[in-house]
C-alpha cells in the first residue's frame, strides 16, 4: 500500500487582477491568511509576524507589468478627467515593462510602495491612503534598519495624516478621527518633533470620553507619560 505524499502547502497564491488605468490583466502575488499571525504592534500600529520570513506587507500593491500603473484595494476606480493623460506622461511613457508578480524582496516591496504613492498623488487619492502607503515604507526601511530612510517616510506619513485630518479625507475609511490624530502623535514622537506629539497625544486623551477605541486612548496616556518621565529625567541631567 502506498503511502500517503504530503503536500506542503505554499503560504502564496497567484491572483488575477485587471488594471484599473489601462484595462489589462496581469498576476500579482498575495499571502495566504492562514500564514499572516500577528504577535504583537509597534507603537505605530506596524505588525510584528510571528513568521518572520513571510511578509504579507510586501504585496499591499499591485504594480501593473503593462503601463506601470500602481495600486492598492483603497484607491477609487475614479479617475478625474485628465488624469489617465496624466499617467501616460508621467509613468507610462517612461515606464520598462516588468513583472512584481512573483514573490517579492523587501526592496521590491518598497519599490511598490512608492510607484503606488507616485500614482495615488496624481490620481488625488484621499490624504489617508497615501500616509498609509507613506507608513508601509518606513516600517518595510525599519525592518532593513535604514533608520534616516525610515525617519523620512515617518515624516511624509505624518504630514498627510495632518492634511487628512484637516480636510476629514478619512470620513467613510477605516480610520478613525482618534486613530489618525494618535498616529500624527507618535509618528511626530518618532522623528523627534516632540512638542508636537505632546499636543495631539493631549487631543486624543480629550476624546476619552466619546472614543469607541479606549486601547488608542490607553496608548496615547502611555505615550504621553513616557515624553513626560523622558523630559524631567533630561530636565535633572
Avoid at 499591485?62 to 488624469?83: I, L
Avoid at 534616516?148 to 470620513?171: C, G, H, P, T
Wanted: hydrophobic share 30%; with cysteine.
Amino acid at each position: 500500500m502506498k503511502r500517503g505524499i504530503t503536500m506542503e502547502i505554499s503560504p502564496y497564491y497567484q491572483k488575477d487582477i485587471e488594471c484599473s488605468n489601462c484595462k489589462k490583466k496581469f498576476k500579482t502575488t498575495k499571502v495566504r491568511s492562514k500564514f499572516v499571525k500577528v504577535e504583537r504592534h509597534e507603537t505605530d500600529f506596524q505588525p510584528i509576524y510571528q513568521n518572520k520570513e513571510v511578509n504579507s506587507l510586501l504585496y499591499n500593491i499591485f504594480v501593473c507589468e503593462h503601463c506601470g500603473f500602481s495600486f492598492s484595494e483603497e484607491f477609487t476606480k475614479y479617475f478625474a478627467p485628465g488624469v489617465k493623460e496624466e499617467i501616460q506622461a508621467q509613468v507610462t511613457s517612461k515606464w520598462v515593462p516588468r513583472s512584481f508578480g512573483n514573490e517579492r524582496t523587501i526592496q521590491e516591496g518598497i519599490m511598490s510602495y512608492k510607484l503606488g504613492i507616485h500614482c495615488g498623488t496624481i490620481k488625488k487619492e484621499k490624504f489617508v491612503n497615501i500616509a498609509g502607503l507613506a507608513l508601509r515604507i518606513a516600517w518595510l526601511y525599519r525592518v532593513l534598519e535604514q533608520e534616516e530612510q525610515e525617519k523620512r517616510f515617518l515624516e511624509i506619513a505624518r504630514d498627510r495624516y495632518v492634511d487628512s485630518y484637516s480636510n476629514e479625507d478619512y470620513s467613510g475609511t477605516q480610520m478613525s478621527e482618534v486613530r489618525i490624530i494618535y498616529l500624527i502623535a507618535e509618528l511626530s514622537r518618532r522623528i523627534g518633533e516632540t512638542e508636537f506629539a505632546t499636543r495631539y497625544f493631549s487631543k486624543v486623551i480629550e476624546k476619552q470620553s466619546t472614543s469607541i477605541e479606549p486601547q488608542v486612548i490607553e496608548m496615547a496616556k502611555e505615550r504621553w507619560q513616557e515624553m513626560r518621565e523622558l523630559k524631567q529625567k533630561e530636565a535633572t541631567n
